[in-house]
């Protein structure tokens, strides 16, 4: 019988690149997992809970006998599961759990059986979880990219990213545009711990050397809540604002919201209703009943700019540069940053 398999620290761990196995339950996987693992979990959030129960209750050989007892009958099938995940060539399985006990030591096993070569995680999910706090706390060499409602700041850091730029998308991995509107046409949001752990990854995997550009953020986008020291850092970090016209803004938000119908547009207006005022709310709502979303865009355009001004008197150093984009398209634009902005970090 193969053994259990070496256990290595969280970066070797990462660098392996390997197929990553979460065996921890659904409900634990859900709340939080290291990106791109897989879940195969040895028990169901209900099993879990009765070993821990019988644990505490009974002692720990109570609670290994009734794993076992829970575990036997699905054998065959995560054996099964473990030899569909793809794995090329001779690519070891990096196999994890919480703290790196009992439930990888199991899985990895009973891999070990069907002689497939694989890696544990020292100290499991709970290192990786240390591992992505301590990422939020490093120096950071930030440029943060500001601009009002409608200028297309996603759309141009998408581009700098093609270019070879190094990007971390805050509104792309919490799946929301950081607006009463922002989660409209968009997956659901991940848990924040997920997103605390999607954001140390994209930070890791960023191309040196070089400052990395973020979009300035609020401390919230959406539910997800960007990491103190990550969101402090951004704060004392050197900015440049880019600069459209309002009818380009007009026409860039139409674009990406215009699609979804008036009731969701209804909802999202009235959710904010109190900060427009009742009367740029009613011209809002008016305007969306008759599917003039070009008018309902410019009423609610007063209100975030506000905000904006606002949030952007509050930042610890004020944009450096300003970046009339006027007429230019993304990657018009992403030349022009990528020429002059650069040094700006």
Same mark, same amino acid.
């Given at each position: 019988m193969q053994a259990e398999g070496p256990r290595l620290p969280i970066e070797d761990f990462l660098e392996l690149n390997a197929p990553i196995v979460d065996v921890r339950s659904p409900g634990e996987y859900h709340q939080g997992h290291i990106p791109g693992a897989h879940n195969l979990p040895l028990f169901t959030d209900a099993e879990r809970a009765a070993v821990g129960t019988t644990y505490k209750q009974e002692g720990?050989?109570? +609670?290994v006998q009734l794993g076992l007892e829970l575990v036997g009958p699905k054998l065959a099938t995560i054996a099964a599961a473990l030899q +569909?995940?793809? $794995?090329? =060539? !001779?690519?070891?399985? =990096?196999? &994890?759990?919480?703290?790196?006990g009992m439930r990888s030591a199991s899985v990895a096993w009973l891999a070990g059986t069907l002689e497939l070569p694989?890696? /544990? /995680?020292?100290?499991?999910? !709970?290192?990786?979880?240390h591992w992505v706090l301590a990422e939020m706390e490093k120096p950071w060499s930030l440029l943060v990219l500001g601009g009002r409602t409608g200028t297309g700041k996603t759309d141009l850091l998408l581009e700098l990213h093609r270019r070879g730029a190094a990007? %971390?998308?805050? @509104?792309?991995? $919490?799946? &929301?545009r950081g607006s009463s509107f922002g989660g409209l046409g968009l997956p659901p949001q991940p848990s924040n711990e997920h997103y605390e752990n999607l954001l140390a990854l994209a930070l890791r995997q960023c191309p040196n050397p070089g400052p990395i550009w973020l979009e300035a953020e609020s401390a919230q986008v959406g539910r997800c809540r960007i990491p103190a020291g990550l969101w402090a850092q951004m704060g004392l970090a050197p900015a440049v604002e880019i600069q459209r016209p309002m @009818? @380009?803004?007009? @026409?860039? /938000? %139409? $674009?990406?919201? =215009?699609?979804?119908?008036?009731?969701?547009l209804r909802e999202a207006t009235e959710r904010i209703a109190r900060r427009l005022g009742p009367q740029r709310t009613a011209l809002a709502l008016g305007a969306i009943d008759q599917g003039d979303w070009a008018e309902a865009c410019r009423q609610m355009l007063d209100y975030y700019d506000r905000c904006y001004d606002h949030d952007l008197g509050r930042r610890s150093q004020p944009p450096r540069r300003q970046f009339d984009l006027t007429g230019l398209n993304e990657a018009e634009a992403a030349a022009l940053l990528l020429k002059e902005a650069s040094g700006e970090a």
């Open positions: 720990r050989q109570s +609670a +569909a995940i793809p $794995a090329p =060539g !001779k690519t070891a399985l =990096g196999i &994890h759990c919480w703290r790196g694989v890696v /544990l /995680l020292e100290g499991g999910y !709970k290192r990786f979880r990007v %971390v998308d805050l @509104e792309g991995l $919490a799946n &929301h @009818e @380009e803004r007009v @026409e860039r /938000l %139409v $674009a990406v919201y =215009g699609a979804l119908g008036q009731q969701p």
